[in-house]
């Protein structure tokens, strides 16, 4: 193990600002749930999540529906990226928070004003996210058996543990077709 983001993983049943330390991460939607009278009310379930959902904040929110409109229903299949803003302030306190940086679905870069306490707002800018093709996607389209190893590759030990049965699926249904494609000849053992 030489990964060191594995040991700081906060305990907790949300993504946290923490969990961004090593870097962005870009999620692709698979639902949300909105829940009324809560601290936060909105929970943005993504491929991978592991029952971690990211829990946005208002102002994200208010990005969300200013690119995306209202409707959430149709944020399904959209991807966005998440960053860690350690400047972010709760009780007073620079404690970090998540933001979002890039998303798909919209043309061009858009800027809008966000609060940032009662009387002031702050320029706020989101790029497009020109989104790849998700672990989950590239695993499904697998060509051969071979594909599906340089695949599995791609992803970063981190993260196989959530594609692992996406990957054993697409492995059965490519060596039980009429036509198995080959073992893989890399030695790489999926």
């Known amino acids: 193990m030489t990964d060191m983001r594995k040991v700081i993983v906060p305990k907790s ?11 962005t991460m870009t999620i692709k939607i698979t639902g949300v749930d909105i829940k009324g ?17 990211y829990k946005a904040c208002k102002s994200m929110c208010r990005v969300m529906v200013s690119a995306w409109g209202p409707d959430s ?4 299949g959209r991807s966005m990226t998440l960053y860690r803003d350690p400047k972010v302030k709760w009780g ?3 404690v970090g928070g998540i933001r979002i940086s890039h998303m798909s679905d919209i043309d061009s870069d858009m800027t809008m004003a966000l609060t940032v ?6 320029a706020y800018t989101v790029k497009p996210l020109v989104a790849e093709k998700s672990y989950a996607d590239q695993i499904r ?17 981190s993260e196989q543990k959530n594609y692992l049965a996406a990957k054993d699926a697409r ?3 490519l060596t039980s077709a009429p036509a ?3 073992e893989p000849s890399s030695g790489t053992e999926l």
């Open 117 to 122: 306490t009662r009387a002031n707002k702050k």
């Open 180 to 182: 198995a494609a080959a």
């Open 37 to 53: 009278g809560q601290e936060q009310p909105v929970s943005i379930h993504f491929e991978g999540d592991n029952g971690k959902p």
């Open 13 to 23: 049943d949300q993504l946290n600002a923490d969990d961004l330390i090593g870097g």
């Open 92 to 94: 007073g306190m620079e």
């Open 171 to 173: 492995k059965a249904e």
């Open 73 to 76: 229903s149709k944020y399904i």
């Open 141 to 157: 389209e697998a060509a051969t058996v071979d594909d599906l190893v340089a695949v599995w590759s791609s992803i970063p030990r």
